[in-house]
């Protein structure tokens, strides 16, 4: 399977058309991987090609007129027989796309303009359907461009006002299709054997992990490193620190955050740092301002509630907006179950989830700021938005009226792969890390220099690329 995989080794290749043989190779690995990790043996799996099931070509014939020659190869050649139904062992493609499109399907959810014409009507088609069971208003799917051989992800048919503003960039769908094998690889999902019982429900056949093992050491180890490059840079060499991070940020009292959950493994594995500042303006925090916000048990939050891991002196920003009827609304970073805290410090916080939630991440960060971004037209998202602009707008009015925002810095935007969630810690710790040793960030015998007022830079002309995360799923 490797000479399919994108890699450094292998990387994307310039064809005329869809890259037929990749995608239909990464489709089919995608198949086995689910209906393996089932239990199931591949002797038992329905390999029909999708041509096969819907009649081949005669069938298939006022189809083909539609359809490039070589989205057609790639029909011929990706399976779609375990997905007939009634299918013997009902299985989804995976958890975020049920299944390839029905000819009737293909282009029955596109959205299109009035004065758009019959052939750009060909153009977009709706390859996969989205799977319908993850709570999603008008769920639509991955959309294929037959005009630029690119896809999309839409988790819904309102997606599609973002992915056509003229700004997204559409990747191949070779690509979309390698980072759902990742996914899967990486344990982000999974599939199970009809004896799975616990909470969370499954979509036949697969499960999300609120984190993954490798989440958890990834995000312990580029912490260490951040820690290490600042050490290793301050004028005197400070003594190794040996109190764990979890009494520390929980206040002395580590049983608010349950023994298995990400948050408590992070910290327990990870020592307090022997100086003050882990990033400008921001040192370990002491104290949980959300800790007791709800009554936990009544609300089934199982005590994952914002986690502050970074703190400023400074108060967050307080971001409010005008109703239609007049009154000022106050708008949080955090959910509505959260808003009877009305004053808490800017910083780095794990953000609240449910761990048996349709789209679970324990390791969701955000970075609150004291202040807004945006403002210079320069803060970016990872999918290339200027942070306060209006994304479902297209051409000039979705900049005119930027709304600034304080806690948009390192989010993904719009998720080119699956649902929206927010960005995972171990990617900001490492782009602090890259930025202490290029240099971007200077380290004095308190650690990292510049104060909470450096975040600004982020907004700049000279710097906003130092800021804005690659994108991932």
Known sequence: MAEWRVSDEAPLRELDGLDHERCAALHNYIVELGWTQRGLALDTLDKRTWWECYGGDAALASTIKRLDASVVSFLKA?????????????????????????????????????????????????????????????PLGLILDQAEFTAMQHMSIHDSDISMNGRQMWLSLEMVLDVLVDIIELGKIMAVDGSYSREQERTEPWIMPSYTEQDLEDTVEAFKQLVDAIHTRMPSQPQSAEQGLLEGVTGGNPDILTADSFAHRFLTRCSRPAFTYIAPGLIIAQHQPFATALDQAEHNMLRLFPLLLFSSTSPAHQLNRRAPWGDQMRISPFPRDFDIVSSYPAGLYLTETSPHDTHPFEDGCKLVLPFTLGSNAFARTSDGAIIGELVRSAGENAVAD????????????????????????????????GMIEEGKWEVDEHGVVGGVEKWREADTEEHWVDYQLPMSW
């Not at 709304?403 to 900001?428: M, R, T």
């Open 402 to 433: 930027i709304e600034p925002q304080s806690a948009d810095l390192y989010q993904l935007g719009f998720n080119h792969f699956i649902a929206a969630h927010d960005v995972q810690l171990k990617y900001v710790l490492w782009r602090w890390v």
């Open 78 to 138: 990706a399976w779609h027989g375990f997905a007939m139904d009634p299918a013997t062992t009902p299985h989804l493609f995976h958890r975020y796309l049920a299944r390839l499109s029905s000819p009737e399907e293909l282009w029955r959810n596109a959205m299109y303009a009035e004065d758009e014409d019959d052939l750009n009507k060909r153009r977009y088609v709706t390859l996969y359907m989205a799977n319908w069971a993850l709570d999603t208003t008008h």
